[in-house]
């Protein structure tokens, strides 16, 4: 777990690889520029993550071969409810706390809007897959107890989406959404043991 963080938090460093070998001016990077780099980053973590998990993986993918329909049920039941839930705290947020900013959604936004499709590769199936493997996979293989594994993870999943971008306190509100998704997340993997079940879901 600790080295698949480490791996999480400092993978983003492998972007120096492109800007010695192009010679980039990080300081003057376009969106499309940024958009690949991350692409060349989450691509790089991915990889080590599927070679760390992929007896696991393998595994659990004959296992979603056989029980497809049952980890499709489990994943979009916990899914709509966990977006249902999202949507109502964000309402509730952006209507009586309007000092609140959700800064990694803008800047989610920002890079679809800045690079089209390219970033739909990052954003809509690297970064999916590496959420999942780090903060369900990881976590739940250390712990064992499912509500304990579901709070602890979604906790820090909903934490890193707002950490890096807090403007004021009132940002840390967005834990209520980014946390909903995360014990959604949670719970679809533990109830049918298989991680590509919160995986398709995420993305």
């Known amino acids: 777990l600790i080295f698949v963080l480490i791996l999480f938090f400092f993978g983003s460093i492998t972007q120096l690889i492109p800007i010695k070998i192009f010679n980039m001016d990080i300081n003057n990077l376009t969106a499309t520029e940024n958009i690949l780099l991350a692409t060349f980053s989450n691509t790089i973590v991915l990889s080590i993550l599927i070679f760390i998990y992929r007896k696991d993986l393998k595994e659990d993918f004959k296992k979603l071969k056989n029980n497809?329909?049952?980890c499709i049920d489990c994943g979009i039941k916990y899914?709509?409810?966990?977006?249902?839930?999202?949507?109502?705290?964000?309402?509730?947020?952006?209507?009586?706390?309007?000092?609140?900013?959700?800064?990694?959604?803008?800047?989610?936004q920002n890079l679809i809007s800045g690079s089209g499709y390219i970033s739909l590769i990052t954003i809509g199936?690297?970064?999916?897959?590496?959420?999942?493997?780090?903060?369900?996979k990881a976590f739940h293989d250390l712990i064992k107890n499912k509500w304990a594994f579901i709070i602890i993870s979604s906790l820090v999943f909903g934490s890193l989406h707002i950490v890096f971008t807090l403007n004021s306190v009132w940002d840390f509100l967005y834990l209520v959404p980014y946390c909903s998704l995360g014990i959604a997340f949670g719970l679809m993997y533990a109830d049918s043991d298989n991680i590509f079940t919160s995986i398709m879901m995420h993305m």
Do not use: C, D, H
């Open 68 to 70: 497809f329909y049952r």
């Open 79 to 108: 899914w709509l409810i966990g977006l249902i839930v999202m949507m109502v705290s964000n309402i509730i947020i952006m209507t009586l706390f309007t000092q609140a900013k959700a800064g990694n959604e803008e800047g989610v």
């Open 125 to 136: 199936i690297l970064a999916p897959m590496i959420e999942e493997l780090t903060f369900r």
